[in-house]
């Protein structure tokens, strides 16, 4: 792979930073009038409706969407008191808990869900011509 100079190197941070924090407002502009959810309520509804049986361990559900335990504590407790998470005790460890995506849960990600492939639609794949979301992609896949 070439070296990339520190100027390119800066300036393709600097689009990426730029793309990410645009992409996520839009995003949270759309979701949130439509759903009443934000998108922080979303990755979390997201990532427990792809985990098996709908439910993962606050310290595994902290690490795939990005936030600390404390962060994730705390999503998980206002998400409980809306009624889309409940929590489950480990039975195999005392200490391990568990937040499981209620049915409630799973219709409002499944609403969001629908808001969010609209917004990535309208503010995304309408900038992008032909055949670059391909090229985009697979560079990016090859920096994760």
Same mark, same amino acid.
Request: proline share 3%; no cysteine.
């Given at each position: 792979m070439a070296k990339l100079a520190s100027s390119k190197a800066v300036q393709l941070w600097d689009g990426i930073s730029r793309t990410y924090? #645009?992409?996520?407002a839009a995003i949270e502009k759309d979701m949130l009038p439509e759903?009443? =959810?934000? =998108?922080g309520w979303?990755?979390? *509804?997201?990532? =427990? #409706? @792809?985990?098996? %049986?709908?439910? !993962? $361990?606050?310290? +595994? =559900?902290? @690490?795939?969407? +990005? !936030?600390? +335990?404390?962060?994730v504590s705390r999503r998980v407790n206002?998400?409980?008191?809306?009624?889309l998470v409940d929590r489950h005790s480990c039975p195999t460890d005392g200490r391990g808990v568990y937040a499981h995506l209620t049915n409630k849960g799973k219709a409002a990600y499944g609403k969001a869900h629908?808001? !969010? *492939? @609209? #917004? !990535?639609e309208r503010n995304l794949g309408s900038q992008l011509?032909?055949?670059?979301?391909?090229?985009? %992609?697979?560079? *990016? #896949? $090859?920096l994760g």
């Open positions: 924090h #645009s992409m996520t759903t009443g =959810l934000s =998108l979303y990755e979390v *509804l997201a990532q =427990l #409706s @792809r985990a098996p %049986n709908a439910m !993962l $361990r606050f310290q +595994d =559900l902290a @690490r795939v969407a +990005d !936030l600390t +335990d404390s962060g206002q998400m409980i008191k809306a009624g629908a808001v !969010l *492939l @609209r #917004s !990535l011509q032909p055949g670059e979301a391909e090229a985009v %992609n697979a560079a *990016l #896949s $090859r």
